[in-house]
């Protein structure tokens, strides 16, 4: 592979060669006419210029600092926009029947493709600076991945096979890496890989009233949520007391990444699966769970605040954002409970 590599770039190579060795003629040949009194002049030009960058060292850093504010500041929030709008639309074709398959390669496509993917983007990216969008885009990959993980084991399926050992990939890879004397691609362009073979499910996957289908997934989504709470309740747990709790906010996010991942996948077996839900009479509760990890995702503080319990004025959002995941968690419980008690009734 590295010999392709090679060989592609080496007229480029050899083009910026020539180039150089042309560039160091042209130049040569123009200084060789100059006097030692013109190469005395420019020199003590240069000495000039220096000292006056020297003289003016507050003017020259101040426009730096102000370039960068504008540059990381403004660059940043523009460019950490969350994509975390739970409106799309959802839509199936004929060579794409159902729902579940549709919705699984759009979020994943939302965090990839219609937003870019901010956890490999280097310290010169704007975007970097700030870990909100990087951990909600690590939050929804890393839930979705748990997901399509159960299903391939369920369905057996090679795409979604696939697709997870793509998804395992490490999120921080920028454009390509250097490891063990090969070339690794970018992570996102690995998931966009896992994208084509989700793809290729949502061919072949057919809802067709099977309970147990529902049941496997609503499993799925309930072990996800039981264990953001339980990283949520840990955080809190040993880190309430710290003036300083800079892993609150990372731990917020990728809650609220796991919550807009959750939210859509509930949403698709509502659909797929509405006849097996209304005669079970889980409807409501359905439609109640979806309203709980709506206020998940949309809860949105200034600050992330990890205050202890027992602080009367200090906010702790982790502690909100918790509640609004149990809540779902329970209902998530209660249907799973009340479907399985009625199969084979329906």
């Not at 885009?137 to 159960?150: C, E, F, M, T």
């Not at 966009?192 to 289908?213: G, L, M, P, Q």
């Not at 006849?275 to 990890?293: G, R």
């Amino acid at each position: 592979m590295i010999n392709n590599i090679l060989n592609k770039i080496k007229p480029f190579i050899n083009y910026l060669h020539t180039q150089s060795v042309s560039i160091y003629k042209n130049l040569n040949k123009r200084l060789k006419p100059l006097s030692k009194a013109t190469l005395k002049k420019c020199k003590k030009n240069f000495k000039d210029l220096m000292s006056l960058g020297s003289q003016q060292w507050k003017v020259i850093g101040t426009g730096i600092t102000i370039f960068l504010f504008i540059y990381y500041g403004l660059g940043a929030a523009i460019s950490s926009k969350f994509n975390n709008s739970l409106e799309y639309k959802i839509k199936t074709t004929q060579s794409a029947p159902t729902y579940l398959g549709n919705t699984l390669s759009h979020i994943l496509k939302s965090q990839i493709d219609d937003t870019a993917w901010t956890p490999s983007l280097p310290a010169f990216f704007p975007a970097s600076i700030l870990d909100n969008l990087p951990n909600f885009q690590l939050g929804v990959k890393n839930s979705l991945n748990q997901v399509i993980k159960k299903l391939a084991k369920h369905y057996n399926n090679k795409h979604l096979k696939e697709a997870t050992l793509l998804l395992d990939y490490p999120a921080d890879i920028w454009l390509f890496s250097q490891t063990n004397d090969k070339l690794s691609p970018g992570s996102a362009k690995q998931y966009r890989k896992a994208i084509s073979h989700i793809v290729e499910f949502s061919a072949t996957n057919h809802a067709n009233n099977n309970i147990n289908d529902l049941l496997i997934t609503l499993n799925s989504i309930n072990k996800i949520l039981e264990k953001q709470i339980k990283t949520i309740e840990k955080q809190v747990q040993e880190h309430n007391s710290e003036f300083f709790d800079f892993s609150s906010d990372d731990i917020f996010y990728q809650s609220q990444g796991t919550a807009y991942s959750s939210h859509y996948i509930l949403n698709a077996l509502l659909k797929d699966y509405q006849d097996i839900i209304v005669d079970s009479n889980q409807y409501e509760k359905f439609t109640t769970t979806l309203m709980f990890l709506n206020k998940a995702v949309n809860l949105n503080p200034t600050i992330i605040k990890n205050s202890s319990l027992e602080d009367v004025y200090g906010a702790n959002h982790l502690i909100y954002l918790a509640y609004f995941l149990s809540q779902a968690q329970i209902h998530i419980q209660k249907i799973y409970q009340n479907i399985k008690q009625t199969e084979g009734k329906i």
